[in-house]
């Protein structure tokens, strides 16, 4: 059996590590021209590290993290209004959560792959026609399975299922991020994620090693137009915010090392057509907002790689795939743009200091499981129910 993978992501990764330890013949196929440098911080918790646990790779996970201590707060006079114990969200998650670099976890599936999984950058997908795929070097593969987990801005779903306006929910918010080196600012955030608290609008800074410092940007607005210039835009958006942020924009690095994107959703109706599959991003992209976009591209890709290895076909498999981890990525969905994002982003003064008077109270004895555990929402069938 061979399949074919559209995109060197996270989902993408992770899917030809499972599809090969079934004994599936892959290729993965990505149009960048090799793996991306750029990305952000994020908590990797939840289903996602329930399916790198069952692929042994756990403890690959935790060195490819970044130590954490402490989550806090700083208003644009530098002065920390809210400070919490990082051990705290381990202790919610009974330890099951790592801190890391989009770009590490790349870096750790990428590692894990077989010698004889084919991983080609510089190319994509042109044109599918039945099990058949064209791909940009002229090359025509015939595959058993041809898998869309190429992100937010899918190829594979756009030739399948029609153009991206179709099913993209802009939440009406861009991102960035960026890496920088700068001693001095790394002395200050080394071992914390620390924020600024503001209304409609976020900088986040966390320091890696080697002086490096990682930052992240998000900010409301109304038009989902990305400019053409987005470090005169992140330095126009951030402006005034404080000496952190001051110093982390007058660093921001040229446009093509800055990540930068819509906050957006993919609302799909369906993610399978026969022997074409979506995972991920491609499929269910959560936003940024609702924080677990990786965990659930991992945990989709275990699963769809589990049922196909069981199911009398094919079609049979990622349908039943679909149908088992639809709920799931759809209820975070939910979640995210019905109670997350005013908690992620407030829009006014007062939700914002309700926001700090809420993280405040984590601090306290008794009100501190009740307060974090709304932060880290589960279903209660893990990935080895649904996958079994």
């Known amino acids: 059996m061979k399949a ?12 030809a590590n499972r599809l090969h330890h079934h004994g599936w013949q892959v290729l993965v196929v990505d149009h960048a021209p090799g793996p991306r440098a750029q990305g952000y911080m994020i908590d990797f918790f939840g289903p996602g590290f329930e399916a790198v646990t069952a692929m042994g790779l756990e403890t690959a996970l935790r060195k490819a993290a970044s130590p954490v201590n402490e989550f806090r707060y700083v208003d644009d006079h530098g002065t920390t209004t809210v400070q919490v114990d990082y051990d705290l969200f381990s202790k919610a998650l009974r330890g ?7 770009p590490a976890i790349e870096g750790m599936l990428r590692e894990s792959l077989a010698d004889d999984i084919e991983l080609r950058y510089g190319t994509t997908v042109d044109q599918i026609d039945d099990d058949k795929a064209v791909l940009s070097d002229g090359t025509t593969i015939d595959a058993d399975l041809i898998v869309g987990a190429d992100g937010v801005h899918s190829r594979i779903r756009a030739l399948t299922f029609g153009p991206e306006k179709d099913y993209l929910r802009y939440l009406g918010m861009h991102t960035a991020a960026y890496v920088f080196t700068d001693p001095g600012m790394h002395e200050q955030v080394r071992g914390q994620f620390v924020l600024t608290e503001t209304v409609n609008r976020q900088m986040g800074f966390y320091g890696l090693g080697d002086d490096r410092v990682a930052v992240f940007t998000v ?9 053409a210039d987005p470090r005169e835009a992140l330095r126009q958006e951030f402006a005034d915010m404080g000496d952190l942020a001051e110093r982390a924009l007058s660093q921001c690095p040229p446009p093509d090392q800055v990540y930068y994107d819509q906050v957006a959703q993919i609302d799909l109706p369906q993610w399978c057509d026969g022997r074409v599959a979506l995972v991920g991003d491609a499929a269910y992209a959560v936003s940024l907002v609702a924080g677990q976009g990786a ?7 275990y699963i769809l790689a589990q049922r196909l290895h069981v199911a009398p076909s094919v079609v049979e498999g990622i349908a039943d795939y679909e149908a088992r981890w639809r709920p799931v990525a759809t209820g975070v969905q939910s979640a995210a743009r019905n109670r997350v994002t005013e908690w992620f982003l407030p829009t006014s003064k007062t939700k914002l200091v309700l926001r700090r008077w ?3 109270a984590m601090n306290l004895p008794g009100l501190n499981r009740v307060m974090v555990g709304p932060l880290f929402p589960k279903d209660h069938r893990t990935v080895a129910e649904l996958s079994a």
């Open 96 to 102: 099951q959560i790592a801190s890391v670099m989009r």
């Open 219 to 227: 900010h409301r607005t109304a038009d989902p137009v990305l400019p």
């Open 295 to 301: 965990s659930l591209g991992v945990a989709g890709a």
């Open 4 to 15: 074919l993978i559209c995109g060197a992501g996270i989902a993408g990764l992770a899917l």
């Open 358 to 360: 809420g993280f405040r």
